[in-house]
């Protein structure tokens, strides 16, 4: 099923920045899509990227149909927390990307889960995403809820919309948040800087997405704070760039911090090498059932090692 993404130019300028400033889609992927003619402005089909267009132009952009190759089934052991006709829990280990894409074309949990389930996945996501309701970064572990069926992937698709979803984070940040409990709510984009990246926008800005983190203190560490995260929205990279721009970075996430000089040697002689971010517990009402149901799991080895290791330490 192909997309349809539209709206109106906030910024006059090349039509490929403009583009992409407008719907959050890369300048790269716009300018194949105008290749492939899927792109109207004010009604008229976009032919050149380099156009110059004015502020306040309507667009349609036509999103094709997923054309990544049909994901295989591969024999790649899960843990599974909860599972039944109609969707499946599981606890994603660090390391593991969700879903088939360009650098990553299987060893995905999608390739496992289509192993597991014997391909009964809803199809809702299109052929690249059986069943992916939402994601969790590759690098961070944790809950991830996964719909078999099409009634169920519709059900938790709106829970996800309206925030009513219950999702609860557990992170290693440098420093100590000051105060020790509080909430972020600053609105989410990409980074003009760097299209690979989320920043933190103006809230006014007509770009980007409203995000809100609420955050707890709950053990000083080494130059460092166990804190919880419970969201209200789920935005790409919400917790890492929430808690990087209140100056308390992830640690081990490369894209939007540096740990603490006083601590890197320990965080290296671990070899703790990913974002220290746990999706620790899941909450939801069941799609079909309508009963209300809570997962929890534990923090794997590699960030119970490293709060053990900085817990020890003289602060």
Same mark, same amino acid.
């Given at each position: ?15 490929? #920045? ?73 606890? #994603? ?9 360009a650098g990553n074309p299987d060893g995905t949990l999608v390739n496992a889960l289509l192993h597991h389930c014997a391909g009964q996945l809803s199809g809702i996501g299109g052929v690249a995403r059986p069943g992916i309701v939402h994601r969790i970064d590759k ?13 169920? /992937? ?42 690979? #990246? ?49 100056? /308390? ?19 290296? #002689? ?15 009402? /069941?799609p079909v059932t309508g009963e209300t149901i809570q997962f929890a799991t534990e923090l794997p080895v590699d960030m119970r090692e490293l709060i053990d290791e900085l817990g020890r330490s003289d602060r």
């Amino acid at each position: 099923m192909s997309k349809v993404v539209s709206g109106t130019i906030t910024a006059s300028g090349r039509l490929d #920045k403009a583009l992409a400033e407008a719907s959050e889609l890369s300048r790269e992927r716009i300018k194949a899509l105008i290749s492939e003619q899927k792109v109207q402005i004010a009604g008229q089909l976009a032919t050149s990227p380099s156009a110059k267009v004015q502020a306040g132009l309507s667009f349609v952009i036509h999103l094709p149909p997923p054309g990544d190759p049909q994901a295989r089934p591969q024999d790649i052991p899960l843990t599974v927390v909860f599972e039944d006709a109609h969707l499946i829990v599981v606890d #994603k280990p660090a390391g593991m990307v969700v879903h088939p894409a360009a650098g990553n074309p299987d060893g995905t949990l999608v390739n496992a889960l289509l192993h597991h389930c014997a391909g009964q996945l809803s199809g809702i996501g299109g052929v690249a995403r059986p069943g992916i309701v939402h994601r969790i970064d590759k690098d961070t572990s944790g809950l991830l809820v996964v719909a078999k069926s099409d009634v169920a /992937h519709e059900g938790l698709a709106k829970q996800f919309a309206d925030h009513s979803i219950e999702r609860r984070y557990l992170a290693v940040c440098g420093g100590y948040p000051s105060p020790a409990q509080g909430t972020i709510n600053a609105r989410l984009g990409r980074s003009e800087r760097d299209r690979k #990246k989320m920043a933190v926008l103006d809230n006014n800005s007509s770009r980007g997405k409203h995000a809100i983190t609420h955050y707890k203190l709950i053990e000083r560490l080494d130059h460092a704070s166990l804190i919880e995260c419970r969201l209200e929205t789920g935005r790409t990279h919400q917790v890492r760039v929430h808690l990087s721009s209140i100056g /308390h970075a992830l640690l081990g996430d490369p894209v939007y911090g540096r740990d603490p000089s006083a601590i890197r040697d320990t965080i290296r #002689k671990l070899g703790f090498a990913r974002q220290a971010l746990h999706a620790a517990s899941l909450g939801f009402v /069941h799609p079909v059932t309508g009963e209300t149901i809570q997962f929890a799991t534990e923090l794997p080895v590699d960030m119970r090692e490293l709060i053990d290791e900085l817990g020890r330490s003289d602060r």
